[in-house]
C-alpha cells in the first residue's frame, strides 16, 4: 500500500454503468523524477503529502494504483473540427481517484502521459515534457486569473524518451478537476443507447451522477434534467466570456474538450493574445480558422445543443416538447454571455455599471483595437496606469505606428473615456480596473522560453514565469535585464504565431 492510499478515495465514476470506463493499467516511468510539484495547490486541497512523501512520485509517474484500486480510462465521444468521432476516450490518461478538499469539494485526480489505454487509437499513450509543462503553466495562469479551471498538481519526468517527429523528453502530468465529464460524454451515452435500442438509460445514469456530484439542488426535482442543461449553459457563457477578457484563444474547442463543470480543460495549442486580432488563430491544426476569438462563444453555444440533443429523452417524453424547452433554454447562452462579457469590460475600463453610454463606447473600443491591433493586455494596462495618475503618453504610445486617423481615434477614445468615468466613485472603479486588467500573463513567447530552457534542464525561467502569474494583478519582481521583462509584448523575432497540440 502507498502512503497516499489514505487521503486517495476510489473515483465514483466506477458507480456508473461500465460501458463509461475501462480498466487503464499505466506504465510505470523507467526513471521518474519531480520536474515541478504545486504546492500551493496541494495545500489548496489539503493534501498532507508532499513531493518528499514516501511513494507519491511512483503514483504520479504512473506506478501501480495502492492497494485495492483500479485505475481506470473513461470513454467518451465527441465533434472534432465539427466532424462527428463515436469513440475516442482517455487514449494516454488514467483516472487514479478522488480528493476530497477541506470545503468539502470532490476533485478527480488524473494522470495524463501515463501510457496507451483501450482507448489509444494506435498512439503510444505517452506525453512529452513539453505539453505537460505548457498545461501547468497555463492552468496555473488561468487560476491565477480567476478562471475556473483544471489545475496540475504535478509534472514528473519519466525518464524515457517519447517520438514526436524526433526524440523529447517524456512527462506524466497530474491533472485536478471538478469532473471529467465532458459533453462527448453525454454524446457517447446517447450514441450508445441509441445502438442499442434501450432507451437514455446511460444518459440518464450520467447525468444523475453529475447532478448527484456537481447540481445536488436539482436531484430529484420535477425538471430537473432541464435544469442541470441550464446550468451547464450558463456556467460556459460565463467561462468563454471570462476568457475573452483576458485574449485566451483556447484552439481546440471540440465538444470532448468541453466540461460540464464549466472548467477550462485540455490546454493543448491554446495562447493567449498579443496584438489585437478578433480573427487570431494559432493552433497549427485550425486551418480553417474554427476556434478562432471571436468565433469561442458561437462555438461553445454549438457544443451545448449537441449536449441538448443528448440530453432531448430526458427533458419530456413528447419529443416536441422536449426539443421546444431544450432551444428556450439554449436561447439563453448569448444573454448570459452577453451581460458577462459587459459586465467585465465595465469592470476593465472602470465605467459606471450599466450606463446607458457604455454600450457604445465598448462598441468604439473593439474598433479602436481592430484598427490599430494594439497589444490586448497592455491596452488595458495603460489604460488602468493612466486612470491612476500616469501621463496619457503612455497609453497613446501603443498607437504610435498607427496611421494618423487611428491615432486621433486613440485620443477621441481617451477623450471619451474620462467623461465617462467622472464621478466621486472613481475610486472605488480604479481598484475594479487594477483586479481586473492583469499585469502578467503567459505570454506565448515567454511559455516557448520557459518550456525550451526546461527541454535543457533549466527550470528557472519556469519557475519564474510560475510564480508571476500566480499572481498576475501585482507588480512582478523587477527584472535583472530588460529582455527578462514579463510584462513587454514579444519583440518581432520573438512572436509565436503557432502552437501545437502534443499528441
Known amino acids: 500500500m502507498t502512503a497516499t492510499s489514505h487521503f486517495l478515495r476510489e473515483t465514483s465514476y466506477r458507480a456508473l454503468p461500465p460501458e ?4 487503464a493499467t499505466v506504465s510505470p516511468a523507467p526513471a521518474p523524477e519531480w520536474v515541478v510539484f504545486n504546492d500551493g495547490l496541494a495545500a489548496e486541497l489539503g493534501l498532507p503529502e508532499n513531493a518528499a512523501t514516501p511513494g507519491l512520485l511512483q503514483l504520479l509517474s504512473g ?3 495502492s492497494e485495492g484500486r483500479e485505475n481506470i480510462a473513461l470513454a467518451y465521444s465527441g465533434h472534432q473540427f465539427g466532424q462527428w468521432n463515436p469513440l475516442l476516450g482517455d487514449g494516454r490518461a488514467a483516472m487514479i481517484g478522488e480528493i476530497v478538499a477541506p ?3 470532490t476533485y478527480d485526480v488524473h494522470l495524463k502521459g501515463s501510457g496507451p489505454t483501450k482507448f489509444a487509437r494506435r498512439g503510444d499513450g505517452r506525453a512529452t515534457l513539453s505539453a505537460m509543462l505548457r498545461e501547468y503553466i497555463v492552468s496555473e495562469a488561468m487560476a491565477g486569473l480567476k478562471i475556473p479551471t483544471t489545475r496540475a498538481l504535478a509534472v514528473v519526468a519519466t525518464g524515457a524518451p517519447v517520438y514526436r517527429e524526433t526524440a523529447h523528453p517524456g512527462a506524466v502530468l497530474t491533472r485536478i478537476a471538478r469532473s471529467h465529464v465532458r459533453v462527448g460524454t453525454f454524446e457517447y451515452a446517447a450514441n450508445e443507447d441509441a445502438r442499442r435500442n434501450q432507451g437514455p438509460v446511460l444518459t440518464r445514469a450520467l447525468a444523475d451522477h453529475c447532478i448527484a456530484r456537481h447540481f445536488p439542488e436539482f436531484a430529484g426535482q420535477k425538471d430537473g434534467y432541464l435544469a442541470f442543461y441550464a446550468s451547464v449553459v ?12 483576458v485574449g485566451f484563444i483556447h484552439g481546440v474547442m471540440n465538444t470532448d474538450n468541453m466540461s460540464i463543470a464549466g472548467e477550462s480543460i485540455d490546454f493543448g495549442p491554446c495562447a493567449f493574445m498579443d496584438a489585437y486580432n478578433r480573427r487570431q488563430v494559432f493552433s497549427s491544426i485550425d486551418a480553417a480558422g474554427r476556434y478562432a476569438f471571436n468565433r469561442q462563444a458561437p462555438i461553445a453555444s454549438w457544443n451545448l445543443a449537441r449536449l441538448a440533443e443528448a440530453l432531448l429523452p430526458l427533458f419530456d417524453d413528447d419529443d416536441a416538447v422536449a426539443l421546444r ?3 428556450e433554454t439554449l436561447e439563453g447562452f448569448q444573454p448570459a454571455y452577453v451581460a458577462a462579457l459587459g459586465q467585465g469590460l465595465e469592470r476593465k ?3 459606471k455599471p450599466r450606463d ?3 454600450e457604445d463606447f465598448i462598441a468604439g473600443m473593439w474598433r479602436l483595437l481592430e484598427n490599430s491591433k494594439a497589444d490586448f493586455t497592455l491596452f488595458f494596462r495603460r489604460l488602468t496606469l493612466f486612470a491612476a495618475g500616469s501621463n496619457a503618453p503612455a497609453f497613446l504610445d501603443l498607437f504610435a505606428e498607427t496611421s494618423a486617423e487611428t491615432r486621433e481615434e486613440a485620443a477621441k477614445f481617451l477623450a471619451d473615456w474620462r467623461g465617462l468615468t467622472a464621478g466621486d466613485d472613481f475610486p472605488s472603479r480604479l481598484a475594479l480596473m487594477r483586479a481586473s486588467n492583469p499585469i502578467v500573463i503567459a505570454r506565448n513567447h515567454r511559455v516557448e522560453q520557459a518550456l525550451n ?5 533549466d527550470l528557472a525561467p519556469l519557475l519564474r514565469l510560475c510564480a508571476a502569474l500566480k499572481t498576475p494583478f501585482e507588480d512582478p519582481a523587477p527584472p535583472e535585464k530588460p529582455e527578462d521583462d514579463l510584462e513587454a509584448p514579444p519583440r518581432p523575432e520573438e512572436r509565436v504565431v503557432e502552437t501545437f497540440c502534443g499528441t
Open 325 to 327: 424547452r431544450a432551444q
Open 103 to 105: 470545503d468539502g469539494v
Open 453 to 457: 530552457a526546461a527541454n535543457e534542464g
Open 349 to 351: 475600463l472602470g465605467l
Open 234 to 245: 450558463a456556467r460556459q457563457a460565463r467561462l468563454v466570456a471570462q476568457w475573452m477578457l
Open 20 to 23: 463509461f470506463f475501462a480498466a
Open 356 to 358: 446607458a453610454a457604455n
Open 63 to 65: 506506478g501501480p494504483p
